[in-house]
């Protein structure tokens, strides 16, 4: 039996806190039943955290430190995280309901983001830039500060760890506001924190109502720079909020992703792409591989092998999904279950074919049955519109530009795929497809060292790799005139 506490605390200034604004009921989407309670942040201790994480900054406890040394923390917060996988994996599939092997793959990659931005703290350089023989001029990177970070509920360690990491390495003190729906296994951060000995108030861990906690933060004088990661709504509500104090924000929002496959791809490796790219996570993925634009010489056949694949794969509660097979969890939530059944019930009223799936399982827990659905055409709402479930669109094409105009054909642009065994044709494809990132026989190709965000409405800013720690900065340049 998993333990699981009754009551999961705030991380604030370096105390475990409980909440101004009472208590959150996390249930358990595997069953249904009430799981554990979390202390939910008001206003005031999101009031309390910020400043405690301001006195972090305007003492340089953080900042004045040689790079070298947060590297070292950065470094045991990772090590501390993956030696309790075993401790946190299966909270975190009981909050969540994805299966336990999925589980551990985030607290790896959580880990891993921890590890890498641990590494590149020691990297950031400024230049030198010649201005004659009367100056001496050169940049310097500084923080802003205090990083005001909103977590989703899909990845919710995962994403955590994506923005405190270049974020600490960077110099900034760091408040987090933990997903409302499974906030649960975040502590783990906090204890992570005090065993890696950062200073109190150098990493605040706090969950509360995204209406009133939420805004607070991002509403705050106090926070200098804001990272969300979530939905477009709420998204442009935060990019408001960020502009009304003329803060910088990075926006990580959604998708509706599409990979094109010619005629002449490898039909294992789309398998095995849509496999990961459309069930991992009961495809609760931002860069979910949502759209199938597949040529009509081989549609028949590969929609054939998909919608077996589809339904290989064995649904139900995550603890007894411990290994790495075909198998898929729970939706997060009754809601989101619920609002993806409408998508596909609204995909079948518009004309679009379920090969599979589309309904939830009869039986206790917020499960959707892997879905494929053909016939799908550009004006379909399920062609537009973020699923956030196990749900893939097959588009069919006859022409390269006619295959480039449907995957360009939304709104967003996060990622985008193409199969092929032909360089010149996957290269010319991934040169005019309209996304953040492109894989090429692959989804998901690439790692925490590859730079991530959308075009479009998917968002603005990139995560991940280098390039995110340029979000945690501000430039300085110094010139100094010769005497
Ligand atoms: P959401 O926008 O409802 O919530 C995200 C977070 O914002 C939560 O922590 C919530 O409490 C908080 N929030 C809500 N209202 C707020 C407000 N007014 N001010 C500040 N914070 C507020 O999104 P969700 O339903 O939790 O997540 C699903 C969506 O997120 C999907 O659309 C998905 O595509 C997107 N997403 C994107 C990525 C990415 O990396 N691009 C990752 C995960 C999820």
Request: aromatic content about 8%; glycine content about 12%; proline content about 5%.
């Amino acid at each position: 039996m998993t333990a699981v506490a009754d009551l999961y605390k705030n991380y604030i200034n370096g105390a475990w806190v409980e909440g101004g604004a009472g208590t959150i009921a996390v249930d358990n989407p595997n069953n249904g039943e009430a799981l554990s309670q979390q202390a939910a942040a008001d206003a005031t201790d999101v009031d309390r955290a910020v400043q405690a994480a301001q006195v972090v900054h305007d003492t340089g406890a953080l900042s004045d430190l040689r790079p070298v040394e947060r590297a070292r923390m950065i470094q045991k917060m990772s090590a501390y995280i993956s030696a309790n996988k075993d401790r946190v994996a299966p909270l975190l599939t009981l909050e969540s309901g994805k299966p336990l092997w999925e589980a551990e793959i985030e607290i790896d990659s959580a880990a891993r983001f921890l590890e890498f931005y641990g590494n590149q703290a020691e990297s950031l350089e400024g230049r030198s830039i010649p201005l004659g023989a009367s100056y001496f001029d050169f940049t310097t990177f500084e923080p802003y500060g205090v990083s005001g970070q909103i977590i989703p509920w899909n990845f919710p360690l995962e994403v955590t760890a994506r923005g405190i990491g270049p974020a600490l390495a960077t110099g900034n003190a760091v408040v987090v506001k933990t997903p409302e729906i499974d906030p649960l296994s975040h502590f783990i951060f906090g204890e992570a924190a005090e065993a890696a000995g950062f200073p109190a108030g150098a990493i605040n861990i706090l969950c509360g109502d995204g209406a009133e906690a939420g805004a607070a933060l991002t509403a705050h004088p106090g926070v200098s720079q804001i990272v969300f990661t979530g939905s477009v709504a709420t998204g442009t509500a935060v990019a408001v909020a960020a502009a009304r104090r003329v803060v910088p924000c990075v926006l990580e929002l959604g998708g509706k992703s599409a990979g094109i496959v010619y005629p002449d791809a490898d039909p294992q490796q789309v398998l095995d792409s849509i496999r990961w790219g459309v069930y991992f996570n009961a495809g609760q993925v931002c860069s979910a591989f949502s759209r199938m634009v597949l040529h009509e010489s081989i549609h028949d056949e590969m929609v054939e092998r998909v919608a077996d694949m589809a339904k290989g794969l064995s649904v139900g509660p995550g603890l007894e999904r411990p290994t790495f097979g075909a198998n898929m969890g729970a939706m997060v939530s009754e809601g989101q279950r619920d609002r993806a059944e409408a998508i596909c019930q609204r995909a079948e009223a518009e004309g679009a074919r379920a090969v599979t799936g589309g309904r939830k399982l009869n039986q206790p827990g917020y499960f959707l049955e892997p879905t494929v659905f053909d016939g799908v055409t550009e004006t379909m709402n399920i062609a537009q519109e973020e699923v956030f479930g196990p749900v893939l669109s097959v588009m069919k094409f006859s022409s390269d530009e006619e295959a480039l105009r449907i995957a360009n054909g939304t709104e967003y642009g996060l990622v985008a795929g193409v199969f092929t065994r032909d360089l010149d044709r996957a290269t010319a494809a991934a040169q005019k497809l309209r996304a953040g990132q492109i894989y090429v026989n692959e989804w998901f190709a690439g790692g925490v060292e590859t730079p991530f965000g959308g075009f479009g409405k998917s968002g603005y800013g990139r995560e991940k790799g280098r390039e995110a720690l340029y979000n945690y900065v501000q430039t300085k340049n110094i010139g100094i005139a010769l005497g």
